[in-house]
């Protein structure tokens, strides 16, 4: 692997990439320890203290959330408009045919959609969290509220609304000019840039906690790695086809159905939904010293200390996992593909009887994907010690990022290595 890296820095292309991306990179952190006007800075340590929530939207963030920086969103409005968009594609006919039968127009305006989109999520999240926290025992942001402070508040919306654009510019940027995937670059940074922090903590205070919880990191990468990387191969053979003295056709070749084609979707889903209750039931809450009412109830079951939060989030991370990859395979019509190009899978009749065998594979493989997902979404809590607010080196949703997108790039500059006569990364 050290002789594929010296290799990769003496191709003036690949350095450049590699170099551009680590450039991307600084300038996304500096800009996340830029604060937004007015943010308490004590009362925002503390909220993280009480709120392991926030520890999660963090992730997305790329770290800057625990400063409440220009940048406090990171990229994750765009994830949800893209998200919404992939869903849209497959539920509404007429954007389905614009994705497939207008080419590369019909996709360049589908993501002009997603772009547009991100805006009015972006502000709707921005006031979202900006409000939540002003509702913390010593609020975060000292001048916030519509009625109170209107031009602060408008300041601070239209403040997060931009940095999250200019963080999913950032990402383009990578993705155009550097290597990976930009938008997951962007979140692994924020993830890794972390990691040192945490280290150092846990070496001072409980070294044996360290170890424990570094062997847990190892084991859960490499459940990973192996869910990640496993398919399912389906047999497909090409009929022989005579153009004048030619003959094409007669190969054999397999579908890949992966264990996990729907990556971290799911979490996204799953999370992005158990916010809500919470966030809608706190304004309504009884305070202190008075009798509870239903919306205390579902404040206290909606947070991260509370057995029918997990328990929900495991079971909506194998339903989304389920809705997702049904929606991503009927969007490529693989049936129809393999009728179309002289393909069948043998002993299975083309057409419905094919669409059915496949359904039925890929039901049986994701069972497989969605019961780990479910599982890396809820082994913070099977592992957590209640005395202590962090109960992982890097949380399983942050490994499961951190992991796709080592791969991804990996693949990419090994790609890039071999058309080059290189010996790549992967042996």
């Known amino acids: 692997m050290i002789d594929a890296v010296r290799n990769a820095m003496r191709l003036p292309d690949l350095r450049y990439k590699i170099l551009f991306t680590l450039m991307i990179l600084v300038i996304y952190r500096l800009a996340a320890h830029i604060p ?22 963090d992730l997305f963030s790329g770290g800057a959330l625990s400063n409440f920086s220009v940048m406090a969103m990171g990229v994750y409005p765009f994830i949800t408009a893209q998200i919404v968009m992939q869903l849209a594609v497959g539920i509404f006919p007429p954007l389905e045919r614009l994705s497939k039968e207008g080419g590369e127009a019909g996709r360049a305006k589908i993501n002009q959609w997603t772009h547009w989109l991100t805006i009015p999520f972006a502000a709707l999240q921005g006031f979202g969290q900006a409000f939540a926290l002003t509702q913390a025992g010593v609020p975060v942001l000292t001048r916030f509220g519509l009625t109170t402070y209107p031009l602060e508040t408008l300041a601070i919306i239209i403040t997060l609304t ?24 962007i979140i692994f940074g924020g993830i890794v840039a972390g990691i040192p922090q945490r280290v150092g903590q846990m070496l001072t ?18 459940g990973i790695i192996y869910i990640q990387e496993g398919h399912r191969r389906v ?10 003295t030619k003959m094409y056709g007669g190969q054999s070749t397999h579908i890949p159905l992966r264990v996990n084609s729907s990556g971290m979707i799911p979490l996204i889903f799953a999370i992005s939904i158990l916010i809500f209750p919470g966030v809608f039931a706190a304004p ?36 989304f996992t389920f809705f997702y990859t049904d929606v991503i395979f009927r969007q490529q019509n693989l049936p129809d593909v393999l009728q179309r190009q002289g393909g069948f899978i043998p002993g299975i009749r083309p057409g419905k009887r094919t669409e059915e065998y496949l359904n ?14 479910g599982l890396i979404a809820i082994l913070p809590f099977l592992l957590r010690d209640p005395n202590e607010a962090t109960s992982m080196l890097i949380t399983s949703t942050g490994l499961l990022i951190v992991v796709g997108v080592v791969l991804d790039t990996m693949k990419q500059l090994q790609a890039q290595l071999l058309m080059r006569h290189y010996e790549g990364f992967i042996k």
């Open 162 to 185: 931009a940095g999250t654009i200019f963080g999913v510019w950032l990402g383009e940027l990578i993705s155009e000019q550097g290597i990976g995937s930009g938008i997951s670059i």
């Open 205 to 222: 205070t409980d070294p044996a906690r360290l170890i424990f919880f570094v062997l847990v990191t190892v084991i859960t990468i490499v």
């Open 36 to 57: 937004v006007p007015g943010v308490n800075t004590d009362a925002l340590k503390a909220a993280f203290g009480q709120n392991q929530l926030l520890g999660f939207l």
């Open 235 to 244: 047999p497909v053979q090409y009929g022989k086809r005579v153009r004048g």
């Open 284 to 319: 309504f809450a009884a305070p202190a010293g008075q009798p509870e009412n239903i919306a205390n109830w579902i404040v206290n079951a909606f947070n991260q200390n509370s057995p029918v939060y997990w328990i929900a989030y495991f079971v909506m991370v194998i339903f």
């Open 360 to 373: 039925g594979v890929l039901q049986r493989v994701t069972l497989v994907g969605a019961l780990f997902l």
